[in-house]
């Protein structure tokens, strides 16, 4: 076996919120064989397995982890045509800032979303209006119970809000994937902060480069900045009946959502907790809500994992006594 395994490492430092204990053991796989190496490691010493990419959507406990956490650092981006295969171990922005410098659309309302294209394809990430599976032509996928690499088509991968087959089913670890691109694409500019974006700037038709510099601002903007340490969006944005909708809507003539097509709405979690939870800028010792995004869960320094989980708790509490509405974590446990 030619995979090195480390032991007893910080896993904080690993991750964007910047927060958790150890990992009992260690492995980053550069290709398949270590990650083939790595599966074998763990089964010989019956050990639970996280798979670790760019840590940007992870909260590990204060306890650590007590099996093998394996961290994806396969590389390599092919392009063929329209096509674009990037490995999961790709930083997704990068991805993203290439194909638009080629002159691709289709991702660029996806610029600047933390993470590696692993965690992209697994979380089925979307912003602005954009879903990453709206792109996706294929995925290649580790099988640990059969030791062999399998294709799925977009179809097959089951993708749904913040989530995919990957996501439900943990002996499939991404290798790849392949973006479908176009050399002409309308660009997606109908969400409010993008909308308000080209207006002030007197923008009426944005070229794609314009696009991912608006995407980015925007983002810049409402982040927090380092050494603030953050998961992204703690919450998932809740899907509610119409006739639940309209009530809150009576409540609440100013609430933020978005109709699904299938008498259903998609209500912003950051509006709730925001206007009427009134979170925004509220702080628990070292962890608190971002002054400029209610959606973001911060560590400003020396907050632990139990501590971020205690106020992201107090928050969905609060919202669920105000509007009957239940938030769902977006950002994965460890």
């Known amino acids: 076996m030619s995979i090195h395994i480390e032991e007893n490492i910080k896993l904080a430092p690993f991750t964007t919120m910047r927060v958790g204990g150890n990992a009992r053991f260690f492995a980053r796989v550069k290709d398949v064989d270590d990650l083939n190496d790595a599966i074998i490691f763990a089964r010989e010493k019956s050990l639970p397995i996280f798979i670790l990419g760019g840590g940007s959507n992870t909260l590990v406990s204060g306890d650590g982890f007590s099996g093998l956490v394996i ?76 030791s062999e690499i399998k294709t799925f088509s977009r179809d097959k991968c089951e993708f749904g809000y913040r989530g995919s087959i990957f996501k439900k089913n943990k002996n499939l670890i991404i290798v790849s ?18 909308k308000k974006y080209f207006e002030d700037n007197r923008i009426s038709e944005p070229s794609l480069a314009e696009i991912r510099d608006a995407i980015v601002a925007i983002r810049v903007k409402k982040m927090p900045v380092p050494p603030i340490g953050t998961a992204g969006s703690f919450f998932k944005n809740p ?96």
């Open 71 to 146: 961290k994806i650092e396969i590389k390599g981006i092919v392009y063929k045509d329209n096509r674009v295969t990037a490995s999961a171990g790709e930083m997704w922005d990068d991805v993203v800032r290439d194909t638009v410098a080629r002159n691709l659309w289709g991702i660029e309302n996806l610029s600047l979303v933390p993470g590696t294209v692993g965690g992209a394809v697994v979380q089925n990430i979307g912003a602005y209006g954009v879903e990453a599976r709206e792109t996706i032509f294929s995925v290649e996928a580790f099988d640990i119970e059969k």
């Open 177 to 194: 994937a392949t973006f479908e691109l176009a050399q002409h694409g309308a660009p997606h500019t109908d969400y409010e902060d993008v």
């Open 239 to 334: 899907v509610v009946s119409a006739q639940k909708y309209e009530s809150l809507k009576n409540e609440f003539p100013e609430i933020k959502a978005y109709p699904q097509g299938d008498n259903t709405y998609k209500l912003s979690s950051a509006w709730l907790i925001d206007h009427v939870g009134e979170w925004r800028g509220a702080r628990r010792g070292d962890s608190g809500v971002h002054e400029k995004q209610a959606l973001i869960i911060v560590n400003y320094g020396n907050a632990s994992a139990e501590e971020i989980l205690s106020l992201a708790c107090e928050i969905k509490n609060d919202v669920k006594e105000k509007t009957g509405v239940t938030l769902e974590e977006e950002v994965v446990m460890m």
